[in-house]
């Protein structure tokens, strides 16, 4: 079981926003502004798209953001776009031995 | 071209030893963080260890403490990761990724991965 919880699938249709959350607790995710959040397309490396919780890397479209609230992360993908489809993890910080987590993955699909 | 390019892995038996190397160009190594990240066939990813752009701090996750050992060589621009007593369970794909900090903290640029497989 992942430390940080995102939810397994979302889906949306060209041109929609979407956003995917991950929630931890206090001792990772809402204990610390490091949330960062990486696409996978199948076969490939993860590519990294925010940092910081709402930092982008250079050459990350703008249309990836983040942000957070409380213990609960969030990425928003605005004007979805077929390339989009992939998969999305988030990641933190935590005050555990283990110091940094992953969450599960979110499957998102474009209709 | 920025790049890290991972080798080393293979099928090793269930407690033997491996050597992951990441070699990386294009941008000055000594001045970031370095992480490896697994993949398990299938599965999410997982953060195994990091150390930081010195060398001098290192962390481990509690699956691989112990058994493994990040290192880095500035002067050859090297990340190694030595794996004991290997187990079925950390049977993955293992990326190397650079950071965006001296201190280890996202990881912005991977290699290609390079596979581990534990089995008898």
């Known amino acids: 079981q992942s430390a940080l919880t995102q939810p397994a699938s979302v889906s949306g249709s060209p041109g929609q926003s979407i956003p995917i959350s991950c929630t931890g607790t206090s001792s990772d995710v809402g204990g610390y502004n490091f949330v960062s959040w990486y696409q996978q397309h199948p076969g490939k490396a993860p590519k990294l798209l925010i940092y910081d919780v709402n930092r982008r890397p250079s050459g990350v479209s703008d249309r990836f953001s983040g942000s957070k609230s409380g213990n609960t992360a969030s990425l928003t993908i605005s004007g979805l776009q077929a390339e989009d489809e992939a998969d999305y993890y988030c990641?933190?910080?935590?005050?555990?031995?283990?110091?940094?987590?992953f969450g599960g993955g979110t499957k998102l699909t474009v209709l | 071209e920025v790049q890290l390019v991972d080798s080393g892995g293979g099928l090793v038996q269930p407690g033997g030893s491996l050597r992951l190397s990441c070699a990386a160009s294009g941008f000055t190594f000594r001045n970031y963080a370095m992480n490896w990240v697994r993949q398990a066939p299938g599965k999410g990813l997982e953060w195994v260890s990091a150390?930081?752009?010195?060398?001098?701090?290192?962390y481990y996750s509690d699956s691989v403490k112990g058994r493994f050992t990040i290192s880095r060589d500035n002067s050859k621009n090297m990340l190694s990761l030595q794996m004991d007593s290997l187990r079925a369970e950390d049977t993955a794909v293992y990326y190397c990724?650079?950071?965006?900090?001296?201190?280890?903290?996202?990881?912005?640029?991977w290699g290609q991965g390079t596979m581990v497989t534990v089995s008898s």
């Open positions: 990641s933190s910080y935590t005050g555990s031995s283990t110091r940094w987590v």
């Open positions: 990724a650079k950071d965006v900090w001296p201190q280890p903290d996202a990881y912005d640029i």
């Open positions: 150390i930081s752009n010195s060398g001098g701090d290192t």
